[in-house]
T-cell receptor, first 113, second 116 residues
Framework: GENVEQHPSTLSVQEGDSAVIKCTYS??????FPWYKQELGKGPQLIID?????GEKKDQRIAVTLNKTAKHFSLHITETQPEDSAVYFC????????????FGDGTTLTVKP | EPEVTQTPSHQVTQMGQEVILRCVPI?????FYWYRQILGQKVEFLVS????????KSEIFDDQFSVERPDGSNFTLKIRSTKLEDSAMYFC??????????????FGNGTRLTVT
């Protein structure tokens, strides 16, 4: 089955700096890669996703890049703000079965004011 | 924005007891899921449900677990005889606003199950 590894497990940045979280996956059949933000006491919330037919996707301050050959994808947050502080999860699945996602271990991001 | 709602937010039960976790998916969604997150660990897929039947389940989802959509709005997860290791946060999710499995997952805020 699919295995998703995520690094780092914790990340602390100063407000305004950029944050990068990296994930690798094992199953070459995976072609859908969502990123979730989980705030304390809440469920994961989709913030951005990418399909394997594109290499990069951007939405305001967040972007995701995908390297299919190397089987890794990354989340980039620019101009971080304190409200970006949360746990971020990457996930991998097959696009037509996106409900069955394999999650990474999560990254706790702390943005210091 | 429509939300997935889960009740209760926290459930405490004794080992061996049955529990039912309840979820109201987003209206008009067609695909329903349960995920589990043991404290400090990753979110794990349990089961997916479509057209009133299980479409896929993980190794975790053994005979102690069952799901049901008893009416047009609720989606439940039953654990028949709880074990200590069932203690976790259980998330319900739904997708398929347009009827396609590839639309994003919407998660509820979870039910924290504590088995003593």
């Amino acid at each position: 089955g699919e295995n998703v590894e995520q690094h780092p497990s914790t990340l602390s940045v100063q407000e305004g700096d950029s944050a990068v979280i990296k994930c690798t996956y094992s199953d070459s059949a995976s072609n859908y890669f969502p990123w979730y933000k989980q705030e304390l006491g809440k469920g994961p919330q989709l913030i951005i996703d990418i399909r394997s037919n594109v290499g990069e996707k951007k939405d305001q301050r967040i972007a995701v890049t995908l390297n299919k050959t190397a089987k890794h994808f990354s989340l980039h947050i620019t101009e971080t703000q304190p409200e970006d502080s949360a746990v971020y999860f990457c996930a991998a699945s097959i696009f037509t079965n996106a409900g069955k996602s394999t999650f990474g271990d999560g990254t706790t991001l702390t943005v210091k004011p | 924005e429509p939300e997935v709602t889960q009740t209760p937010s926290h459930q405490v039960t004794q080992m061996g007891q049955e529990v039912i976790l309840r979820c109201v998916p987003i209206s008009n969604h067609l695909y329903f899921y349960w995920y589990r997150q043991i404290l400090g660990q990753k979110v794990e897929f349990l089961v997916s449900f479509y057209n009133n039947e299980i479409s896929e389940k993980s190794e975790i989802f053994d005979d102690q677990f069952s799901v049901e959509r008893p009416d047009g709005s609720n989606f439940t997860l039953k654990i028949r005889s709880t074990k200590l290791e069932d203690s976790a946060m259980y998330f319900c999710a739904s997708s398929g606003r347009t009827g396609f499995a590839n639309s994003p997952l919407h998660f509820g805020n979870g039910t924290r199950l504590t088995v003593t």
